[in-house]
């Protein structure tokens, strides 16, 4: 290390020695379930010194960075021979895997954060001055990237550097609601605040030093003791449900004032330490929630963090706030009790077996009355083959039809909440594959008719249509539809005939800006890319993936097309496109010289439903515009935060940053 990171470091290490002076040891719960949970983790270091998940053939450099925190909270050195595999550290596989030196604002923090966390100095680390990196990324208002949650980790980053953000603090209490919370997106959008954006912005203020008495950081944790639910956890928005990663956010958050998170009582008495003891398994894993296990290593990681006391950023040496109660009070049901079904006449229906996408049979013996659809896309092909009047629930992102969005909701996307479902009453629902196997699983479990759709292509889309027909008793209505669209397709194919590969303009689709994620292959978008007469300049990327900016500008393709939206609500549906138009280290691309960047309706290019024929028609219109006609995006208005098809891509984004 040089000596001014020694220096740097030293004196955050007191500052930190200040925060828990005085704290008694931890109780046995609390210390019992983070040996357990490290224990679990030692079982999934992989042979490159990294942490996989489990069911998965590819170390996670999330699952990797999360541990390494965990580690040292509590109180393991990560380069130790008992965190080493095969010769190699987890600081050999952030060196070594490609994903590591990511141009994305959370990940420089994260290599920052990380490479401290193990003793090394980020200005030299692996020849690279990570912190220069970061501090680019910092705008003239102090803003480092252009949110909220990019700010927090630059704090974390630029804090565990010892660089100075005091502009960043600056601005980020300027993003502060009246009700004391934060959001992700700033006050500009009419972003309201969560409970993970306001823990975080509270551990970040704490790193910069911000008194835990300054009117601020009370007003925050004020909002933090409001927004805790009857079970003990925390959730990231009104409808989901309350889970692992949002409530390690509070927990870390009153620990970094010196407030016990287990004095923090819901009015059922259940405190957030509660509910995480309660998501430890046998196993010594924890669940997502109380009905879904998913990331378990990621998951355990906040865990361990969270109940060792320790808030972002973690250094070597950090002494957590000890947390003396504890108990595991909320346990996770075996069961929700299951509503009556209704009793459906069935005088003119005949018992149908369908089979759904995951090869699972489904026999139907009554007309479904009482249909609850788990995402968008099932949403709009309901509606679209005559069964909408039928559908009692649906999802906060089910916004199309109008009429969808005056039903009743039972939550996200991956985030259902059972007890919602049971209280629809339904008699058919139609799952998604990101709903989660467990969530579907369980729903099969209470005795419920599941169909799981999971369109991943053009054709796959048409099947779905079919199925969901047939599965409502709309068998003609659907067919007709199918037809209609294969019209449709057929038009755009007879008038793309002939044309050469040198005429097709190469494109790229991107989802989310920092960092930068596109669609690679085996994505609807690369299918439509080609489809509409294009070339797919990232379909050596797999899936939905992120590209660093300096490929992303080797590449320069001559079309890029943007989703609307981002998540930022109306008001902000060019976000994206402004974005890659005004970045000046953007600038020199051919498409942004050329305004060859084009926003797009994310409803119409990521769901699986009816309207895709008008996602393939407008990037059509936008590779072909002497064949289809100049594009005009009158359809450019976001309808749901973020499309479907990509949201698994873009969860790992969101998981990464909130959690």
Not at 14 to 23: E, Q, S
Not at 423 to 441: C, M, R, T
């Amino acid at each position: 290390m040089n000596t001014r990171y020694l220096l740097r470091f030293f004196l955050f290490l007191l500052f930190a020695a200040v925060l828990v002076a005085g704290v008694s040891a931890a109780s046995a719960d609390v210390e019992d379930a983070v040996e357990k949970g490290l224990s679990y983790l030692s079982g999934h270091q992989n042979t490159d010194g990294g942490f996989i998940e489990p069911n998965t053939d590819k170390t996670s450099i999330s699952a990797t960075w999360f541990t390494t925190q965990a580690l040292v909270a509590a109180g393991e050195d990560p380069l130790s021979a008992k965190w080493t595999k095969n010769g190699k550290t987890p600081l050999d596989y952030l060196v070594e895997s490609p994903d590591g030196k990511s141009d994305g604002t959370g990940e420089i923090a994260k290599w920052i954060t990380f490479a401290a966390a193990c003793g090394e100095d980020p200005y030299t680390f692996a020849d690279y001055d990570a912190v220069a990196a970061l501090q680019e990324k910092i705008k003239e208002d102090g803003r480092v990237g252009n949110y909220i949650y990019t700010t927090y980790w630059g704090i974390f980053g630029l804090t565990a550097a010892g660089a100075d953000v005091e502009p960043q603090i600056a601005w980020l209490l300027t993003q502060q609601n009246a009700d004391g919370s934060f959001g992700s997106y700033g006050t500009e959008t009419g972003d309201s605040g969560d409970a993970d954006n306001t823990a975080a912005s509270i551990m970040a203020l704490r790193a910069a030093g911000i008194p835990a008495d300054d009117p601020a950081v009370e007003a925050a944790v004020q909002f933090l003791r409001e927004a805790i639910e009857e079970n003990g956890g925390y959730n990231y928005g009104y409808y989901s449900a309350p889970n692992l990663a949002s409530t390690a956010w509070a927990v870390q958050a009153f620990c970094s004032v010196g407030i016990d998170p287990s004095t923090v009582k819901s009015s059922a008495g259940n405190s957030p330490v509660d509910y995480l003891l309660s998501l430890q398994k046998e196993d010594g894993s924890f669940r997502y929630t109380e009905t879904l296990t998913d990331t378990p290593v990621s998951m355990t990681a906040r865990a361990v963090a969270a109940l060792s006391g320790c808030a972002y950023p973690i250094l070597p040496g950090a002494q957590g706030f000890s947390i003396e109660g504890g108990a595991v009070s909320a346990a996770v049901p075996e069961d929700i009790p299951q509503a009556d079904k209704p009793s459906v006449p069935s005088d003119d229906w005949e018992e149908i077996t369908v089979t759904d996408d995951f090869g699972y049979t489904v026999t139907i013996s009554a007309r479904p009355e009482r249909i609850v659809s788990l995402a968008p896309a099932n949403t709009e092909i309901l509606f679209a083959v005559g069964a909408g009047d039928r559908v009692v629930a649906v999802t906060e992102y089910c916004t199309f039809p109008e009429e969808a969005t005056k039903l009743p909701v039972i939550g996200g996307y991956s985030t259902i909440n059972i007890e919602r479902i049971v209280a629809a009453n339904p008699d058919l629902i139609f799952a998604y594959h990101g709903n989660g196997e467990e969530n579907v699983n369980y729903l099969k479990h209470l005795g419920y008719p599941v169909i799981t759709l999971n369109a991943d292509s053009i054709a796959g889309t048409l099947h779905d249509i079919r199925l969901v027909g047939e599965a409502v008793g709309c068998t003609e209505t659907a067919e007709k539809l199918v037809s209609a669209m294969e019209i449709r397709l057929s038009a755009v194919s007879e008038k793309l005939a002939g044309i050469p590969e040198s005429e097709k303009p190469t494109m790229v689709h991107s989802m989310w800006t920092d960092p930068l994620w596109v669609s690679g292959n085996n994505t609807f978008q690369n299918e439509m890319i080609q489809f509409a007469g294009g070339i797919n300049a990232v379909v050596t990327t797999e899936g939905w993936g992120i590209v660093t900016l300096e490929k992303f500008l080797l590449i320069d393709p001559d079309i890029i097309f943007v989703d609307t939206g981002m998540g930022m609500g109306e008001g902000a549906t060019d976000s994206l496109k402004n974005y890659i138009m005004t970045e000046p280290r953007l600038s020199t691309l051919n498409a942004v010289q050329t305004g060859q960047v084009y926003a797009v309706n994310a409803d119409i290019i990521d769901r699986g439903g009816p309207r895709i024929v008008e996602g393939i028609e407008a990037v059509a219109s936008i590779a072909h515009p002497e064949i289809f006609g100049e594009y005009e995006p009158e359809n450019a208005a976001a309808s749901s935060p973020l499309g479907i098809l990509p949201l698994l891509g873009i969860a790992a984004v969101l998981l990464f940053r909130r959690s």
